[in-house]
């Protein structure tokens, strides 16, 4: 392979990615592009006063702002109204089953990026998850600098990774 010859038209191609991508957001604020390197907002949908406690004193540690709710249908109200770039989505908090409740926040117009946290991890839901648009599976009982990994990984992925695929919706005769 000549990778003389290739170089030139990665970086044509590079070149012309990012004029499109500066033409479709010229004159757009982070909020109306969903890009917003400042501070990270993440929103907790759980019942698990523990859990929730233990993200609001990690966010007091960290940089990013904590909002939480305890119910999917609290959450996507807020998530209509206001953009929060990571969404925790307790598994316990789901009033039907997760993967209907994941599929319900990917399909919102400002996609998130949803984390579905659990107090186990399997590859089964970790795979659904990412089909269905997600982000990944949290172990709830994992360390705190685990948990903020994550969150922070998330993040950064939610600003700067484009979303190539469509999600999928759930498989039929899915359930928690």
């Known amino acids: 392979m000549n990778l003389n010859l290739k170089l030139p038209n990665i970086a044509r191609a590079l070149k012309g ?3 499109r991508l500066a033409r479709d957001h010229a004159g ?12 990270p907002r993440v929103l ?4 698990d006063q523990e859990f929730l406690a233990l993200l609001r004193k990690m966010s007091v540690d960290s940089t990013w702002e904590f909002f939480q709710t305890s119910s999917l249908t609290e959450a996507l109200n807020a998530l209509t ?3 929060f770039p990571i969404v925790v989505l307790d598994q316990g908090a789901c009033e039907r089953a997760w993967e209907a409740s994941v599929a319900a926040v990917v399909h919102l117009r400002r996609v998130p990026c949803v984390i579905l946290a659990s107090e186990y991890e399997d590859e089964y839901a970790r795979l659904e998850v990412i089909r269905l648009g ?3 599976v949290l172990n709830k009982l994992a360390s705190p600098d685990s948990i903020s990994r994550t969150i922070e990984f998330a993040w950064f992925w939610s600003q700067y990774s484009p979303r190539p695929w ?4 759930p498989m039929k005769g899915s359930s928690n």
């Open 134 to 136: 997600g982000y990944d």
């Open 81 to 83: 109204h206001e953009y």
């Open 44 to 47: 907790a949908i759980s019942k």
């Open 28 to 39: 757009k604020s982070a909020q109306e592009t969903g890009m917003d390197p400042g501070i």
């Open 17 to 19: 990615m990012l004029g």
């Open 166 to 169: 469509a999600p999928t919706p």
